[in-house]
């Protein structure tokens, strides 16, 4: 048995087209499996704690959706260590599939999902902040500043949805940082890491907890990222005025920021950061809320990815 959890609405109602290919698929094959369309935010993580929690010694669970479907499924898991985790991608994004070098193609990838018994250990991220009731999970990445703002920005952005029915949802990303870059306020930061060092930082414009390498659709924030090697890197950009800031931007995109001054990363197993004022936080794109304390954690080996 396979249970989908499928988020019909990615991609601008994409992912109901896909979905439709991908069950017609399955059909044709003879394969055993039970889907379950969202119906609004939270709703994967409800399906995917209930489908978790079955007196069943092994599950297989399949996302079908975007970066934020995958957050909200992951969050939702109550034990990973039973539970064998696929993914079909039809967000506008894709950071995950894309980091992975998962196939395009959806039949493709369902063929794997169908035939494959074997699975592959990733890391995921935790973040924690002063006043949640739990930490939540991640798989991409988690931070605070620019980054932040612009995931925010993006959730109900009719730029967004008006670009993806051009194809052209990356654009939403660069367009938005470019416009929140000159009109955010900075941030003084204290963050210690593994060694309990203490740092600071100041005017800190984003602080990025990176699994992946990248973000937002494909900006290279910590180009040697590795979901598999039991630590986070710290994308850290801060000390630097917002115009130099902008002239940096295309470094960033072709990954080649690493030795800009003020573009520090930093690989660590654990970050905690205290700001100076409360700054957005996001983790793999949703919105957690402006905070002034924040942990960020590693945690080696959690998913089980079929291969």
Known sequence: MIYFIVNSMSRTGKGLDIWKQVRAHLKKNNVEFKAFETKSVGHATELARKISSLPEEEITLVAIGGDGTINE???????????????????????????????????????????SKDTEALDIGQVWWEGCEKPRYFAISAGVGLDAIVCKKTIDSKLKKFLNKLHLGKLTYIILTIQTLFSMETAEVKATFDDGEEREFRKLIFAAAMNFRAEGGGVPMAPRADAKDGLLSMCIVHGIPKWVTFFCLPFLALAKHEWIPGFDIINC???????????????????????????????????????
């Open 73 to 115: 499924v992951i969050n939702g898991i109550t034990d990973f260590d039973k539970v064998r985790f696929g993914v079909i991608p039809t967000g506008s994004g894709n950071d995950f599939a894309r980091g992975l070098g998962l196939t395009d193609d959806p039949l493709l990838q369902a063929d794997v999902i169908i035939n």
């Open 269 to 307: 197993k654990k970050c905690e950061i205290r700001l100076d004022k409360p700054v957005v936080l996001h983790e793999d794109g949703e919105y957690c809320g402006d905070v002034d304390h924040v942990v960020m954690e590693c945690l080696p080996e959690k998913l089980r990815l079929i291969v």
